[in-house]
């Protein structure tokens, strides 16, 4: 079997996954169950067995099939800048340097289009925007009624001179236009945006425009704060093994953040760091009808040692991002406008730039721990050309209305379950005792990854053939058995 090394980091260079082809392809079944379990594969893993990726922390020397080693690119950065030049204009530099990599990032693109959250990294990137490309055009997504950041988005745009599009969100839109990609969609991600990067990128090409900016990437080297909701749930996070009827009771059924407590108390603590709102193990073993979530739990240990060596919680956070920006987060956004032909380039990620704010700024200008904040020379940033912004009280800028898609996609979800029992032979079984639950997020959540996951399976049914072919072997069907039997005596 041939195999493919892929760069997907924009730390290391410029990713395109569009070129991307894979002989015999494989499904790597242990990836789709991290998919289930985390809403991304781990790194360096892909959807394929044949198929590595090279993702932040990885160097993109090694043999990622032999000897893949994980070591965190932005180690030891909070102590590490220039002495402080008195009077030094900290802020005016920034925006130079941020101009510098929006001029970088657009350099082929006619008309680029800016994800413009209302936050502080899109509204830093508009800024600099309006001097290095004032014919950027901003886009809003609302996705639900808990965001609110249309509002502020737009009032940053008029007043920067910028053009300002919002999109709101339409579930049945967007699902459409996902399914439309899912052909050109070489590899997969279940991050909780892709459904709304999937209607915005479609959008944009659909207007004329043939690039994206995108503001993630700084929170890796800037940080985050370890505020107490993130240190209540790492201390929840036991790898306790529950009774499955707990997540089957009646009373918990419209209980979100009781559902959401009781799936932390059976996750690891490095776990719970990656957001949502997922399978339990013992869900996804009951959807492979076999015991796998173990296997895709063990991949976490090769990023242990990083943890253990981090210094406190904000490192460890810092490492969680760094282990799941590009498998999750920016994977959305490369996986969806490769199939797009539309190029997304980070401006945050440009090493000219990020190498700067990592190990030259002053940390306090990167977080102040003792105020709980982050991204102190990005405030700084927007404080010079906006007094008062009106900034959202939650955060929660292109996420996707879970419920709704449930409410109205129930039955094509489910029809694709049953194509799909070779792989995922719990799939229909799982669909139906939650159908009355699904206006839960808890298990709307769970809902929306398998809406993502089952029709890019069969679509791409090759891989499902592969794994049909592998089952009605014989020494498989012995070897399934042989499970299924110990996981009875077991119980």
């Not at 909070?78 to 925006?95: K, M």
């Not at 502020?152 to 990609?181: I, M, N, P, T």
């Not at 839960?440 to 053939?465: I, M, R």
């Not at 592969?466 to 042989?482: H, K, L, T, W, Y």
Request: a neutral charge; hydrophobic letters at 40%; proline letters at 5%.
């Amino acid at each position: 079997m041939e195999r493919t090394q892929l760069l997907v980091s924009p730390f290391y260079g410029t990713p395109d996954v569009s070129h991307l082809e894979v002989n015999s392809p494989s499904l790597d079944e242990v990836s789709l169950a991290d998919l289930l379990r985390n809403g991304f594969v781990y790194p360096p893993y892909s959807i394929y067995e044949n198929v590595r990726l090279f993702s932040c922390g990885f160097d993109p020397s090694q043999d990622l099939f032999e000897d893949a080693r994980y070591q965190p690119i932005f180690r030891d950065t909070r102590n590490a800048h220039e002495h402080a030049v008195p009077q030094r204009d900290w802020v005016g530099e920034y925006h130079r340097r941020l101009c510098a990599s929006l001029e970088t990032a657009t350099a082929t693109m006619r008309a680029p289009w800016l994800l413009q959250s209302g936050g502080k990294d899109s509204t830093s990137l508009a800024i600099a925007a309006s001097d290095a490309r004032p014919d950027t055009t901003c886009l809003t997504y609302l996705g639900g009624q808990e965001e609110n950041e249309v509002d502020s988005a737009r009032q940053v745009a008029s007043q920067l001179g910028l053009r300002h599009e919002s999109l709101v969100c339409d579930v049945d839109r967007a699902y459409d236009r996902y399914l439309a990609l899912v052909p050109r969609m070489k590899l997969l991600t279940a991050d909780f945006a892709l459904l709304s990067y999937a209607d915005l990128a479609t959008e944009i090409s659909r207007c004329g425009g043939d690039g994206i900016l995108d503001g993630m990437g700084s929170d890796v080297y800037l940080g985050v704060p370890a505020n107490w909701a993130k240190r209540v749930l790492r201390m929840l996070a036991m790898s306790i093994h529950l009774p499955q009827f707990l997540h089957e009771a009646e009373w918990l059924g419209s209980n979100f953040k009781l559902a959401y407590v009781i799936s932390t108390l059976q996750m690891n603590p490095f776990e719970r760091g990656f957001p949502g709102s997922r399978f339990t193990d013992a869900e996804v073993d009951a959807l492979f009808g076999r015991s796998i979530a173990g296997q895709s739990k063990e991949r976490l240990s090769r990023f242990i040692p990083a943890f253990a060596q981090a210094s406190d919680l904000e490192e460890q956070l810092s490492i969680t991002l760094d282990i799941m920006s590009c498998a999750g987060g920016m994977a959305k956004g490369l996986y969806t406008s490769g199939a797009l032909s539309l190029p997304v380039r980070y401006p945050y990620c440009d090493r000219p730039l990020r190498d700067w704010l990592a190990w030259k700024v002053p940390p306090e200008l990167r977080m102040d721990t003792r105020k709980g904040i982050s991204k102190v020379l990005v405030r700084e940033h927007i404080g010079r050309r906006f007094a008062s912004l009106p900034y959202v009280q939650a955060k929660g800028s292109f996420r996707f209305n879970l419920r709704e898609l449930a409410r109205r996609r129930f039955d094509q979800v489910y029809d694709y379950s049953l194509r799909m029992r070779d792989v995922l032979p719990g799939a229909p079984a799982w669909l139906a005792r939650h159908r009355q639950r699904l206006d839960n997020k808890y298990d709307a959540s769970k809902f929306y990854l398998l809406a993502v996951v089952l029709p890019w399976l069969d679509h791409h049914s090759a891989l499902a053939v592969r794994v049909r072919d592998e089952r009605a072997d014989p020494q498989g069907d012995v070897d399934f058995i042989a499970d299924a039997a110990r996981q009875v005596a077991a119980h």
